[in-house]
């Protein structure tokens, strides 16, 4: 799958696809060892920043990773979690009120 994103017209790419490109070229021996079948997957990111704690890598795969300063926003999900814990605590708190 590489080699075929390798022959698209690079021009035409945003610099997050040619960064992504890039992360899996340099980490591609790390995610084959570690992350089997999450070869150009989004889940490769995440298999070696999270899933695979305290494995060493190249120094090449190394620069490419993202930092945790660089790490998109919370999951959507994850805020849905916190607000439906404040609804329920809310639900709580005026079900003791009122019964």
């Known amino acids: 799958m590489g080699d075929c994103l390798k022959k698209l017209d690079s021009s035409s790419l945003s610099k997050e696809c040619l960064d ?3 992360f ?4 591609k021996s ?6 089997a079948g999450k070869e150009y997957t989004s889940d490769a990111i ?3 920043t999270e899933w695979t704690k305290g494995v060493e890598y190249s120094a ?3 620069e490419t990773l993202p930092k945790p300063a660089e790490r998109k926003q919370p999951r959507e999900s994850d ?3 916190t607000d439906a814990k404040r609804k ?4 709580r708190k005026y079900k003791n ?3």
Do not use: P, V, W
Not at 24 to 27: E, G, T, V
């Open 20 to 22: 992504f490109i890039k």
């Open 60 to 62: 090449e795969c190394q």
């Open 79 to 81: 805020k849905l979690g």
């Open 30 to 35: 790390e995610i084959t060892s570690n992350c």
């Open 24 to 27: 899996h070229d340099s980490c």
């Open 88 to 91: 329920a605590d809310m639900r």
């Open 46 to 48: 995440l298999c070696l």
């Open 97 to 99: 009120l009122y019964f």
